[in-house]
Each structure stands twice: as C-alpha cells, then as structure tokens.
C-alpha cells in the first residue's frame, strides 16, 4: 500500500490530524468528484431530462451491484437508505410484533442501533434483553444463548460497537440466533471499509451499512441487506411514489416489487448513491484485507505509544478491537482533552464513554500517532 499515494488524495489529510474516522471519515477526491461532477451536470443539462435521468438511474443501479459484491450478496437483497438508523427502523418497523416478542440488543448500542427497538418496546410491547459485552468479551455467544427463548424474534448488535470499538464474533452469534429461531442483524457503521465482509458467509438475516464512516463516502446514503427468504417477514411499512411495480387507485390495490427495492420510495438523491458506489469501489482498490492488515499494525503501534501517557489506560479490550480504540487517562476531562488537541494541535478525536476515541485508519501513519502522544503528554502533564 502506497501510503503517500492514498494521503495525497485525500486533501483533508494535508490540514488535519484525522483521528474520527468512526465518526465522519475524510472524502477521498475521487469520492467528492463523483458527486460533484453528477450535480454539475444536472446543473448544466437539467435534471428531469430523459437522458440525464436514464443514465442517473442506470449508474445508481451499478452502485447497488457494487454494494451487492462488495458484501458477497445479490442486488435484489440490497436497498438503498439515508443512515444506519434509516436501514434498521426498516426491519423494526416491518416484523410482525406481539406483546411479549424479544429483541435481543447489547450494552453497548449506538442511540442508532437501539432507538428502532425501543420504539417497538413502547408501541408494542416488546421485551428488550441487553447482552452484556464487558468486562469478559470471551463468550459472548454464549451469554447469547442464556438469554434466548422461544420468544425472541430477533438478535440486533453492533458488528463493531460505537465507544469502545469491540469487534464482536458475527458468525457465532448468527448461529447462537438461529439455533433459537431467531432473526440475526447487524449495525455496520463501524465494520464496513475495515475488513472484509461476506454476509453470505456470515449468514446474517439483515445488515445496516452506511457510507460516511470507514467507506470515506458521502453523507446521508447508505445501505439495508435483507436476506432473500427473510424478505417476505419484512412487510412495507412506509411507502411513496417510485416504491411499487403496479397499482390500482380505483380499485385501491398495489403490487410492491418482491425484492429489496420495495423498501426505496420517494424523492432520491442519486448521485449520492452513486457516490456511495465509487467510495465501495475506492475501498476495494485499496483492499480490505489490506486495510485490515494495515489497521491492525496502526492499533499494535497505537496501543504502545499509549501506555507512555500518564495515566492512559486503553478501555478497549485487546483481541477484539479494530481500528476504534478508546482510551481513559486518570483525572482528565475527555472533553476538554478533546477540545486541547483541536485547539493546539488540529488533531480531530471525540470522547465518547467516560475516554477519548481514536480512529485508526488505513491512512494514518505512525508519525501522526506520535504526535498524538506527545499531545497528550502535554495535554495532561
């Protein structure tokens, strides 16, 4: 990996430490050029011209093959979203709930990952069980199946958390899920762009993907993977022109698509799906085993650095993180660290569960992860 080549296309880089990715990852040219390049012409043409719509709808269909390839899936399981949450309300809205159902979630949910459920909680009366990640990762699966019974409908964790950054083992709990008869989801908003993903492989039932994260892509497009046979349980709870192959108004009868599709309705922002294409496409040119590899020398590398700041202590169980590590240092605000760094230093973190989060990306560099460390030296000496 030609690690200058990959920051020199990545404008932001050259102003700013970027150590958010987990939040908001910086736009590679490519990306923002795809886009910008679509609006413009729109500009130029207009946008309801029937060239210009025609081929605006053939490369959005080209981005869901992307996004089809890239998971290991086929393009009538992916529907097109504006958010993580977006993609999971999609399925939590669609299932068909009864009072007393179960939805198994974990302890360390994103507000995103968890609100669609809560929601079916308050309107339904379904129970939600919280899986406890902390403080033994080993296991989790096993914890899984003490708390499972033959009424849970449905196991929805983070495939990578949001604070601390735990990778949790995907393909145990899919299992441990369905040995209940339980359907089997993922939030990927911390694990798409970081290693390889193959959904098939996994076996998962439903997996929430957006662009903006790892995937360096635009804001406010993403994407929702249900399993072919999953998607008759999955019912159109939302619907809108564009959604439907046919309808009948006089005779108030509709006939959704029997793919993913029937889920995508309404006004659509296409270049921004196409955008979302090219950053897939970006990050497959890059690799994902190369990422992966890259990012887990940037964590060793990290992790090392770290343990010289005065009490710095890594929250972040080891074995189980990828590129999201958080760290606690004793009698410091995170906040203010946070604000200390950007102020001083332009370098970008957050501070998420009581540490602060660093985001170590394929295209950080060790160099940068010094200068983080003696930041914070600094910061709190």
Known sequence: MDIEAVRVGIPALQETCFFNTAGIGPMPSVVADEVVDLIRLQEAQGRFRPDVRE??????????????????????????????SDGLNTVSEGLDWKAGDEVVTSDQEHPSGYLPWLLRAEQQ???????????????????????????TRAVVLSHVTSSLGIRVPAAEIVQAGHEAGALVGFDGAQSVGQFPIDLREMDCDFYAATSYKWCLGPYGVGA????????????????????????DMDAGTVVFPDTAR?????????PLRIGYGRALRY???VGTEQIEARVREM????????SEVPGA???????????????????????AVCRTLW??????????????????????????????????KRAVG
């Open 224 to 247: 929702l993977y249900v399993k072919r046979d999953v998607l008759p349980q999955v019912v159109v709870r939302r619907s809108g022109a564009k959604a439907v192959d046919r309808m």
């Open 283 to 285: 990050i497959e040119a």
């Open 313 to 335: 202590r890594v929250q972040t169980p080891a074995g189980f993180d990828v590129g999201a590590v958080n760290v606690a240092i004793a009698g410091a605000d995170p906040d």
């Open 262 to 270: 029937k889920f995508e309705f309404g006004a659509r922002n296409l």
């Open 343 to 376: 102020e001083e230093y332009k370098i970008v973190a957050v501070s998420p569960a009581g540490g602060l989060r660093f985001s170590l990306a394929f295209f950080n560099t060790r160099e940068e992860v010094d200068r983080v460390v003696e930041a914070l």
């Open 299 to 306: 964590v060793d590398y990290f992790r090392e650095r770290t």
């Open 125 to 151: 009366g379904v129970v939600i069980k919280r899986l406890r990640l902390l403080p033994e990762p080993e296991g989790m699966a096993d914890r899984l199946r003490a708390l499972l019974t033959e009424r």
């Open 55 to 84: 081929m605006l709808e053939e490369r959005t269909e080209e981005a869901r093959g992307t996004a089809a390839r890239f998971f290991g899936v086929t393009p009538e399981e992916v529907t097109f979203s504006h958010s993580i």
